[in-house]
């Protein structure tokens, strides 16, 4: 059988009309019908729960089964990992990976496309290093993306906003934007290669993430606004909306959610395309396809907008998974609870590899054959060097490090903790030595500062209370009490490091 897996990157599940009628945080249903036309074939999994966050730790537990934030932050594929490509290929099994996800291929992120029969990367989005003139783009879009103080236009520094703006320069119809770039190669990658006895396809899709740069119709489709107005921004920085550089009219936050949904709506158009090679090309009973994503984006919930500064809510942490298999009968939903690390072995057996170092990872094959009921007890979730995340698919436990604790990284590479995409820098306080339950390799084992996303632990009931705006941990000590002894049993069960024990105070 085939594997088809799409990765829709930042896509929150309550913009999808299958998880919710109209999103959480606006008053509009937004169009998403391909992918309800999927959903419809499907099945939909509604306690699916990210992991390691957030782009690149997301993909390294999709790829390797690997639970990544216990242990190290955003880095790249380890030697002792087996990638789903290397372990197809030793299959005999062709792998293809067609994405605009440029984080692939910047620093502290090797190895994860190398092991692919073949790959295509759409250049340009975000801060892609990829074109340098002209010196000075347009001045109402730079104003539309970027603060001139943290991104001067002509500053050679990593990670400048100014690059998005060459890079797209040039867009002058729907097709030139990277979306439909994206889909397009994945539709004609489909047509072309139905010869092959047995293929897994990766569709790694960066958008709905930010720039939220679309095209018409969809810049205009849930606004009223200019969405050229100079004034309008299209790319906001993480942080709070009621000040400092993330501040936000509310003007400006409507504008920002409407392009959002704009995105979401071309992403779903886009999809379609591929939708419609499958039955084109009569894949459907050959191909099991699987959509996701690596986690949402907050557009004014909870006060902030973005992710990884603050408390890993919800709207971040549980993300849509929808499952087509054609062998199997389908249930139309599944309440277990499930998590993103179990989409390595999900795949495998999709492929029927039989793999016996899947590491972290459950396959999700016999939820779909309706064979049980429960998947997991809990799941952990969060980033490297802050809070550990647990949830039981009911109440969602928060807990925070101590202030001033340090937190260990395990790595054969000296990656940065704190400065992902910048150079990597020699560790001369690290230590050698077989640190990993998982592996005998020797990695590099050192320590840098934790960070908070929040000063005290929180307990939410999602049954009740789905936004979580309501902490009920002083209310509700036994279930807070039963929550923190199941964090504890899990960080127990993953065999986590001991410094995690003593930076979180436990």
Known sequence: MNVLFISVDSLRRDFLTTYSEQPDIVDYEVDTKNLDRFANRATV?????????????????????????????????????????????????????????????????HGYYEDFNGFEF????????WKTSPKRPDADF????????????????????????????????????????????????LKNNKNWN?????????????????????????????????????????????KGQSKLSQRELEFVQSQFAGSVTMVDR???????????????????????????????????IGKNEFLTYDTIARTPLMIWHPDIDLPDRV??????????????????????????????????????????????????????NITDGRYTYHHPPKPGSDADCFSTSMINPHSWFTPPEGRTNAEAGEFLPYTKTPVWRYSDHSWLQHEQPRLYDTKSDPHQHNNIIEEESS????????????????????????????
């Open 479 to 506: 279930i807070a009490n039963r929550m923190y002894d199941l964090l504890k049993t899990g960080l127990s069960e993953m065999d986590s490091p001991k410094s995690q024990y003593s930076r979180l105070g436990i």
């Open 198 to 242: 047995e293929w897994f396809c990766y569709v790694d899709n960066f958008d709905v993430h930010e720039p939220f740069d679309i095209p018409e119709t969809y810049a205009s489709m849930y606004t009223s606004e200019n969405p050229d107005d100079p004034q309008l921004p299209i790319w906001p920085y993480y942080g709070k909306i009621n």
């Open 335 to 388: 309440q277990a609870l499930t998590t993103a690390v179990d989409l390595y072995s999900t795949i495998l057996e999709g492929l029927d590899i039989t793999h016996p170092d899947r590491l972290h990872s459950q396959s999700l094959i016999p939820l779909l054959h309706d064979k049980k009921s429960k998947h997991r007890d809990y799941v952990l979730y969060g980033y490297w060097g802050s809070s550990i």
């Open 142 to 189: 730079l104003s539309q993306i970027l603060d001139p103080k943290s991104d001067p236009p002509e500053s050679a520094q990593y990670l400048n906003r100014a690059v998005y703006a060459r890079n797209s320069m040039s867009f002058d119809v729907e097709e030139d934007y990277f979306t439909p770039q994206v889909f397009s190669n994945a539709k004609n990658w």
């Open 45 to 109: 999994f509604d306690t699916h729960y990210a992991g390691s966050l957030p782009c690149m730790p997301a993909r390294r537990e999709f790829l390797t089964g690997t639970k990544e934030f216990l242990w190290r932050p955003w880095g790249p594929i380890e030697p002792f990992d087996e990638p789903i490509p290397k372990v197809a290929r030793d299959e005999g099994i062709v792998s293809q990976f067609i994405t605009d996800h440029f984080h692939y291929f910047q620093h502290g992120s």
């Open 270 to 304: 886009w999809l379609g395309e591929v939708f419609d090679a499958l039955d084109a090309e009569s894949l459907w009973q050959e191909t099991m396809v699987i959509i996701t994503s690596d986690h949402g984006f907050e557009l004014g919930d909870h006060g902030y």
């Open 122 to 129: 759409i250049r340009g989005n975000e801060y892609d290093a």
